[in-house]
């Protein structure tokens, strides 16, 4: 965690780097019973010790937590348990979709004052215990409920411009309280949909939106952390997604699984629905130079027994690294950019088929 200044004296997040592949995160949600409205309980419940080993038999470095499932009340002793594993803590975020009733209609931006106080306070009690107690690398506010249901229930100016605010008041107050030096990162997640009906901000254009109308003074301290499945339910490619946000010098974090098309949040593993896809993902996370965690986000099968409940988690690292081993085996940048360079759509397209397939 931190910022300083680059060459250029502006504040930049200062986390620590590494190699792409060498750390990886994944939350404790991404291991459970399953279950819910649709499907039978599958698996037995794990203890956070439990859970902790099974994330690092995965091959996870880091750990995720929402404040629901670590309570700032006993945030040191899950903080030892963390470190008794050997592990760290990636990034934390406050539940601001069911936490209580007050979230049903939004959050940072929605429309009833009492509402956007709640969310405001929850989500600097987090910073707080992500500063001082878990020393968290990164703090994401995921819009969730965040948006509107349906035809004018908001004003939809005021509902941009109030989370902007929100956001500035946040990062204002995480300033004046701890400095640049040992101010968290903050990573704005947009979803389209689900848990809202239309989500604020629904993808990477519409945050980088919000970051823009932030005082210039705080804006160096926000950035984003773009979820696959999520701008696959918007009708994006993550990977351009990846690249505007980099271009915007503001890919802070990631979030990575995989999802089927327009519909709702499936996180599958890394790689499971589309191979393709995250040979495209870990390539544009090595063009635009992605050096922090790398933060998984994906749930278990419905079918995965007690013995799989690490399963889809493990299955995103090795797709990562099976990626990473075509990137930098199969696909000659020399080679790529010279085809680029003369716009050869049918060369692009049939050099990524060859690595890809690992056919000639």
Same mark, same amino acid.
């Given at each position: 965690?931190?910022?300083?200044?680059?060459?250029?004296?502006?504040?930049?997040?200062?986390?620590?780097?590494?190699?792409?592949?060498?750390?990886?995160?994944?939350?404790?949600?991404?291991?459970?019973?399953?279950?819910?409205?649709?499907?039978?309980?599958?698996?037995?419940?794990?203890?956070?010790?439990?859970?902790?080993?099974?994330?690092?038999?995965?091959?996870?470095?880091?750990?995720?937590?929402?404040?629901?499932?670590?309570?700032?009340?006993?945030?040191?002793?899950?903080?030892?348990?963390?470190?008794?594993?050997?592990?760290?803590?990636?990034?934390?975020?406050?539940?601001?979709?069911?936490?209580?009733?007050?979230?049903?209609?939004?959050?940072?931006?929605?429309?009833?004052?009492?509402?956007?106080?709640?969310?405001?306070?929850?989500?600097?009690?987090?910073?707080?215990?992500?500063?001082?107690?878990?020393?968290?690398?990164?703090?994401?506010?995921?819009?969730?409920?965040?948006?509107?249901?349906?035809?004018?229930?908001?004003?939809?100016?005021?509902?941009?411009?109030?989370?902007?605010?929100?956001?500035?008041?946040?990062?204002?107050?995480?300033?004046?309280?701890?400095?640049?030096?040992?101010?968290?990162?903050?990573?704005?997640?947009?979803?389209?949909?689900?848990?809202?009906?239309?989500?604020?901000?629904?993808?990477?254009?519409?945050?980088?939106?919000?970051?823009?109308?932030?005082?210039?003074?705080?804006?160096?301290?926000?950035?984003?952390?773009?979820?696959?499945?999520?701008?696959?339910?918007?009708?994006?490619?993550?990977?351009?997604?990846?690249?505007?946000?980099?271009?915007?010098?503001?890919?802070?974090?990631?979030?990575?699984?995989?999802?089927?098309?327009?519909?709702?949040?499936?996180?599958?593993?890394?790689?499971?629905?589309?191979?393709?896809?995250?040979?495209?993902?870990?390539?544009?996370?090595?063009?635009?130079?992605?050096?922090?965690?790398?933060?998984?986000?994906?749930?278990?099968?419905?079918?995965?027994? %007690? &013995?799989?409940? +690490? =399963?889809?988690? *493990?299955?995103?690292? /090795?797709?990562?690294?099976?990626? #990473?081993?075509?990137?930098?085996?199969?696909?000659? %940048? &020399?080679?790529? +950019? =010279?085809?680029? *360079?003369?716009?050869? /759509?049918?060369?692009?397209?049939? #050099?990524?088929?060859?690595?890809?397939?690992?056919?000639?």
């Amino acid at each position: 965690m931190a910022f300083r200044k680059d060459s250029q004296g502006n504040w930049a997040p200062a986390t620590t780097t590494y190699t792409l592949g060498e750390a990886f995160a994944a939350g404790v949600w991404n291991m459970g019973t399953g279950g819910g409205r649709f499907a039978p309980v599958m698996r037995p419940a794990l203890s956070l010790e439990e859970t902790l080993v099974g994330l690092k038999d995965a091959g996870c470095s880091h750990v995720e937590f929402h404040d629901t499932e670590a309570e700032p009340e006993d945030a040191v002793d899950i903080k030892k348990a963390v470190d008794n594993a050997g592990m760290k803590v990636a990034m934390c975020t406050a539940n601001l979709f069911k936490r209580g009733p007050e979230f049903a209609i939004g959050n940072l931006g929605a429309p009833v004052a009492a509402t956007r106080a709640e969310a405001i306070r929850r989500t600097k009690n987090y910073i707080t215990t992500g500063i001082e107690v878990f020393q968290s690398e990164i703090y994401v506010y995921w819009n969730s409920s965040n948006g509107f249901g349906g035809p004018l229930m908001v004003n939809y100016a005021d509902c941009y411009r109030q989370t902007a605010e929100s956001l500035s008041e946040i990062v204002q107050w995480m300033l004046d309280t701890y400095g640049p030096e040992k101010a968290l990162p903050i990573a704005i997640e947009p979803k389209p949909n689900e848990p809202a009906n239309w989500a604020v901000p629904a993808d990477a254009g519409e945050t980088l939106a919000i970051i823009g109308m932030m005082p210039a003074e705080l804006q160096p301290f926000v950035g984003t952390n773009l979820e696959v499945c999520h701008s696959t339910m918007a009708g994006k490619r993550y990977a351009a997604e990846l690249g505007l946000v980099a271009a915007a010098k503001k890919a802070f974090y990631v979030h990575l699984n995989s999802g089927s098309g327009l519909k709702f949040d499936e996180d599958l593993a890394f790689g499971d629905n589309d191979f393709g896809m995250a040979v495209e993902t870990v390539y544009t996370m090595q063009e635009i130079g992605y050096n922090a965690v790398v933060g998984i986000d994906c749930q278990p099968l419905n079918t995965d027994t %007690a &013995d799989q409940q +690490n =399963a889809s988690v *493990a299955r995103s690292v /090795r797709n990562f690294n099976r990626a #990473l081993e075509i990137c930098n085996t199969r696909i000659n %940048a &020399d080679e790529l +950019n =010279a085809l680029r *360079a003369i716009g050869d /759509r049918a060369g692009l397209s049939d #050099l990524f088929a060859r690595a890809v397939s690992g056919l000639s």
